[in-house]
């Protein structure tokens, strides 16, 4: 139960740097290696990281929410 509250603390700080974190850059960020950056985020959870993945530079907060919400059900269903 307690690995469940901080991997719901680390999506959630991390949904909610997406607005903030925007890049202007017309570059298309690797959207495979945002995921795979945000999936070992977790795996190595230490506390409560709430960095965003230099991977994830340019993905827009929509993808983010996905990309974080599939982690948690990953995560909650094993």
Not at 3 to 19: N, P
Not at 35 to 54: N, Y
Request: proline share 3%; with cysteine.
């Amino acid at each position: 139960m307690r690995t469940r509250t901080a991997i719901t603390a680390v999506l959630l700080a991390l949904a909610a740097t997406t607005a903030a974190c925007s890049s202007s850059s017309s570059d298309k960020p690797d959207l495979a290696a945002c995921k795979a950056a945000l999936e070992k985020q977790v795996k190595d959870l230490k506390g409560t990281q709430s960095k965003r993945p230099d991977a994830c530079d340019g993905v827009d907060a929509k993808i983010m929410d996905q990309y974080t919400q599939e982690i948690f059900d990953d995560q909650t269903t094993k």
